[in-house]
Each structure stands twice: as C-alpha cells, then as structure tokens.
C-alpha cells in the first residue's frame, strides 16, 4: 500500500508559477511510475504529466507542454509539478498517482493504469 500527499495549491494570477509536491510512504517510492492528473468541475480527469520509476523518461499533455515540468526525488520519496505560465484554464484539482512499474522503466497516462491516488489540492488560476 502507498499512500500519496500532495500539496502546493492555491491561487494565483494568470501567468504565475506553482509547485506541486506528492509525498509517498508505505512503500519502496522507486517501485512506482507517478503520473499528476487534474479534473475541473464538470470535466473528466485528464492526464497531466508522467514520469517513469527511474525519472529518467518523462511525458506531458499537449496542453501543458513547455509549461508544466514533472520530476521526482526517489531520496526523498517526492515526485513534483512545476508549474509556470499559469492560465485560468488549468484551473482544477491535481492529483498525484503512482503506479507499481519496477519492471519496466517507463511512463503511464491512463488513469486506469494507476494503482494509488492522492486525495488532491486544489489550483486556482484567476484572471
């Protein structure tokens, strides 16, 4: 069992800059492939950002490519979005997500893919 925390949201200007952060425990943190996810109210969750066990191989959604960076920390059990360029459309709540993928060092970007999710923080982009 893992269980993920993330944190970082808030709210913030268009144009700005936000860190999300998931922390992971329970389990060994470089076992797992993590993916960020978002859904805006009325929307489905969509993919955001992936990242392979190793860090080593990385994929981002069309919609936040050249803006939005996933990495992660396997000392620290973290895995982080960075988030620049801010618009009011990537307005929603992020979740981390982490699935088991030791034997493979790649990345996933289905949800159904994942095995674990944290319970959220929410980012507010105004205008």
């Known amino acids: 069992q893992v269980q993920l925390v993330e944190s970082g949201g808030g709210l913030v200007q268009a144009g700005g800059s936000l860190r999300l952060s998931c922390a992971a425990s329970g389990r060994t943190f470089s076992d797992y492939a993590m993916g960020w996810f978002r859904q805006a109210p009325g929307k489905e969750r969509e993919v955001v950002a992936a990242?392979?066990?190793?860090?080593?191989?990385?994929w981002h959604a069309n919609s936040v490519k050249g803006r939005f960076t996933i990495s992660r920390d396997n000392a620290k059990n973290t895995v982080y979005l960075q988030m620049n360029s801010l618009k009011p459309e990537d307005t929603a709540v992020y979740y981390c997500?982490?699935?088991?993928?030791?034997?493979?060092?790649?990345?996933?970007?289905?949800?159904?893919?994942?095995?674990?999710w944290g319970q959220g923080t929410q980012v507010t982009v105004s205008s």
């Open positions: 997500a982490a699935k088991e993928g030791r034997s493979s060092d790649t990345f996933y970007s289905a949800p159904r893919h994942y095995d674990y």
């Open positions: 990242i392979s066990w190793s860090g080593g191989i990385t």
